[in-house]
């Protein structure tokens, strides 16, 4: 009995040491200069002024526009290469395969900061420095290893009768994969899609280095660098809101798709 | 079909041809974005080469790397890096441990705690490190705040300022940001141990204790140490929390920190290729020691 007791209590625990934070944010943000400073749990006069600053001092509603665009771009760009190469790496034998996908992993390893000088020189040499395109062609280094390796695991548990059977029908192997094997992967392709979307959007390093303007900033290097009007006051009330409001849809979308992203993760790590 | 004289069937060999043509649009891109750059990274660390000009410069061999073994702040960067590496992962993999294996008992509310745990995940980390940054804040703080309260300080804790707490407040940010990521990460390998297991060992009269030890860490172990490594992997290159937390200060910098510092900052390109370059080696170095020490195999991958 003691040990229940003890077990829901730990449970408890956990459960408030996991939200506290982001409820403390909440609270914050909704309150306003002096407000700001005493440490009620419950704000006694919310005020909504943070979040409407967010917007009409600074150009946070176009951050959430750059981030949705550069996510969205790479995790498409990544899923098509990464879909073709799983059918590859999962399903047919070839020399090299396993050195290939060690250096895939390998890829997946590197420190950001390492590629640092020589993507700036790519990017300014593609004309792409302080342009959206240039944070989706440099996050590639880290969606592609990604959605390769999970969407491999996933392809390679489909079962042989099926692309034996198309075979025998005369399809040609584009003809098997769109057909037969991308409509199996569905709920393989939205998880893998969600969590280098997730990746993709909480990115912080390259999309620090290779923009100049706030106007093409994305979201976490906007929330980072909100600066108040004094040098030494950080508008703290506007940092929780900018905070609430990008953490609120990742919320929504983990607890959505919650299964499916653990057993994306695993799929991974701990199996494979 | 039987292939003929010992050789590839018309139809494997299409097949293959296929494997290699969907192989190579991926190779390439990621031979363009990943491959290239850190090649010419490497060979940036041999010249002298600044950010406003990188047409122009001359190789200077290895005196940049020079440059770094003898500059205090690189080493204190290097301690900073693994004090958290070890720190953290020491303490996220036990944590974790113990959340899970409070998770994988049998009690109602399972998925709503599950849930719950993926929230300091899905934030993201510059994000984490704002909301932590103002609870920990010496001023007006929460956290303070209460301690105050409690009679457990007498006066604020500079948190994030001091240099003798930074790193621990850092270290405690990622404890919260990844224990429950861990946590599940090891449930999933817990759920895997068949319940058959557990009654075996019971009716041999294995205490709880004893079964944890004797039969459960086994069996999750290689799930376990793969979890480790990535983790290992990730806060050795850890850059997010400590820049948005305490900026470049050299108490907590960690190596990327550092370089990135050296690249942009100071424009000096070639000296922060050569700290990426090291941190790469260190990097590379610390995944094969925790690949062999524990002892993790690849055998799946690829077969």
Do not use: C
């Amino acid at each position: 009995m003691i040990g229940r007791i003890a077990l829901y209590l730990l449970v408890g625990v956990i459960v408030v040491y996991t939200v506290f934070p982001f409820y403390w944010a909440v609270v914050s943000s909704l309150k306003s200069g002096q407000a700001l400073f005493g440490t009620e749990l419950l704000p006694r006069d919310p005020q909504w002024s943070n979040y409407t600053d967010l917007f009409t001092q600074q150009p946070f509603g176009r951050n959430i526009l750059n981030s949705v665009f550069v996510a969205g771009s790479v995790v498409a760009v990544s899923l098509v290469l990464a879909s073709g190469a799983a059918y590859s790496l999962g399903r047919v034998e070839f020399r090299g395969r396993r050195p290939l996908l060690m250096a895939i992993l390998g890829v997946s390893m590197f420190p950001q900061v390492a590629v640092l000088s020589g993507m700036f020189e790519l990017i300014t040499w593609l004309g792409l420095y302080n342009n959206l395109l240039g944070l989706t062609l440099s996050y590639l280094i880290f969606t592609l290893p990604f959605t390769v390796w999970v969407l491999t695991t996933f392809m390679r548990e489909l079962p042989k009768e099926l692309e034996e059977a198309a075979m025998v029908d005369g399809a040609t192997p584009f003809v098997t994969i769109t057909r037969v094997f991308l409509p199996l992967m569905g709920p393989a392709l939205v998880t893998t899609g969600l969590l280098a979307f997730i990746a993709a959007w909480n990115e912080f390093l390259f999309a620090l280095t290779f923009t100049l303007t706030n106007e093409m900033r994305t979201v976490p290097v906007a929330i980072a660098l909100i600066s108040g009007s004094s040098a030494f006051e950080l508008p703290w009330g506007r940092i929780m809101a900018a905070s609430v409001i990008v953490t609120v849809p990742l919320i929504v979308l983990v607890l959505l798709f919650q299964r499916r992203i653990v057993s994306g993760l695993t799929a991974g790590a701990v199996k494979g | 079909m039987a292939p003929r004289r010992g050789g590839l069937t018309g139809m494997q060999r299409r097949r293959r041809r296929a494997a290699w043509l969907f192989l190579v649009p991926m190779l390439v891109t990621l031979a363009a974005v990943a491959g290239w750059p850190l090649l010419r990274t490497v060979y940036f660390a041999f010249t002298d080469a600044t950010l406003f000009d990188l047409d122009y410069y001359q190789f200077i061999g290895l005196l940049n790397f020079r440059f770094i073994a003898t500059d205090p702040d690189w080493w204190r960067a290097v301690w900073n890096t693994l004090f958290f590496a070890i720190v953290s992962v020491t303490i996220e993999t036990v944590l974790g441990l113990v959340i899970a294996l409070t998770l994988n008992a049998r009690i109602r509310g399972r998925g709503p705690l599950r849930a719950a745990m993926l929230i300091p995940w899905a934030i993201p980390t510059v994000v984490s490190a704002q909301m932590w940054g103002w609870m920990l804040h010496d001023q007006y703080g929460v956290i303070n705040e209460v301690l105050l309260r409690l009679g457990v300080i007498s006066t604020p804790w500079a948190w994030v300022a001091d240099p003798a707490l930074a790193l621990w407040s850092v270290v405690a940010v990622d404890v919260w940001k990844t224990t429950p990521f861990m946590a599940l990460l090891i449930l999933a390998a817990l759920q895997l141990v068949p319940r058959s297991v557990y009654e075996a060992a019971k009716i041999d009269g294995l205490s709880p204790v004893g079964i944890f030890f004797r039969m459960t860490l086994p069996l999750i172990r290689p799930g376990l140490m793969v979890a480790v490594l990535f983790r290992a992997l990730d806060a050795l290159r850890v850059f997010d929390l400590m820049y948005v937390l305490t900026g470049n200060s050299p108490s907590t910098a960690s190596m990327s920190v550092y370089a990135r510092q050296q690249l942009v900052d100071f424009q000096d390109v070639g000296f922060g290729s050569a700290a990426s370059t090291f941190l790469v080696l260190i990097v590379a170095a610390a995944a094969a020691l925790i690949i062999i020490a524990g002892r993790i195999r690849f055998d799946t991958a690829g077969s």
